[in-house]
């Protein structure tokens, strides 16, 4: 059985039992067992990229005492902080959310209790999840946590309304300390996450894009004339990062690396040694799937606005290095530039027939490209 499914045999078994338990009834079990082996399905297989065995062994422990608040007063599992645990954990949204979706399904199942209280786990559940990792990169949780326990309040305030339930104490202790182990966990997880993931990844998208880092190193060691044109296509991507608003880190190392696989000599095309290479490296997700992007390029395929921008200068500055190496008279850059760039959009087997990059964009990279010809001596 494969591990990201794990946790769906466990939950699925520890849902039966716990309906045989609290009601003794065997329908109920097959049923619990049933529905949550389908629930659980969807969520390790829409999730399965994300999901590690460390991963699947957290949900099924989260999973289980999630299950118990269907034997203790409503509330009290922080059911909204494992998720949150859960997408920092896995570095992906959907994983929480997902989990989010089992985890409040499991107490119901066993008590059958009312909708309503299901419809309030899901929806604080989603704002936790949605709103700390929104802010999972800014190192400070406090105004997510205060705008999640003011959501978490005045729904339950309207749930009481709703239900016109009558005010006891074991009515207002029980989501207290449900708030308070949510609020806690959750500031807990984001700091940790922070110093642990984010730091770490700061650090080696610094490294990744820096021109001595090793890899660059080592391309410059073995095949000059390729550093010569990723260092070129770098510098560019980044200008245009800058200028037209894309991120200049990703833009930058698309620049770099887009070609790194000709470091390694084996039969496996460019686009699979560039993209294993990356992968070897750690390189960020956002990096590895540009570049998986830009090797798996082909005709008619929709291709992203930051990928097209490489595919765009990358062509233009081989072209002009070729150009510029034949003892012939330099050709009217205006005109070379153009051609080379019409050649990308136009025609049947055009790469970017199908680009997103916005109009305007293209036409600032086309002009400022045609307007470098001093730069262009580096290329000589």
Known sequence: MPYHILFVAILSFVSSIEMLIASQSVTGAVRNLIVVAVIGSAVAFSCSRWISFRTALVIAGLGVLASVQAFIPDFIIPIASFTVVLALLANNLYVGLFCLM???ALPFLVTERSFEYLLFYMVTGLIATALIFGRRKMGRYTDVLIAYALTYILLFTGLVILKRSTLTPALIIGPIVGLVLNVVIMQIA?????????????????????????????????????????????????????????????????????????????????????????????????????????????????????????????????????????????????????KTILKLFSGRDSMLKRSAIPYNDLEEIRKTLKSERIYYDFLR
């Open 102 to 104: 089992l985890f409040s």
């Open 190 to 338: 984001g700091y940790e996450y922070y110093d642990i993931v984010i730091k770490a990844e700061e650090e080696l998208i610094q490294d990744v894009v820096d021109p001595e880092y090793p890899l660059l190193l080592s391309l410059k060691k073995e095949n000059k004339r390729e550093f010569k044109r990723a260092i070129h296509t770098a510098h560019f991507t980044e200008l245009f990062a800058n200028r037209l608003g894309y991120d200049p880190v990703l833009m930058k190392g698309l620049g770099f690396y887009h070609r790194i696989g000709v470091l390694i000599e084996n039969d496996m095309p460019l686009s699979e040694r560039t993209v294993s290479i990356a992968l070897d490296e750690g390189f960020p997700d956002n990096i590895i799937d540009g570049l998986s992007q830009y090797g798996a390029a082909r005709p008619g395929e929709k291709i992203s606005a930051e990928v097209s921008i490489v595919v765009i200068v990358d062509t233009v500055i081989v072209a002009l290095m070729n150009e510029f190496s034949k003892e012939t008279q330099e050709p009217d850059l205006n005109k070379f530039i153009d």
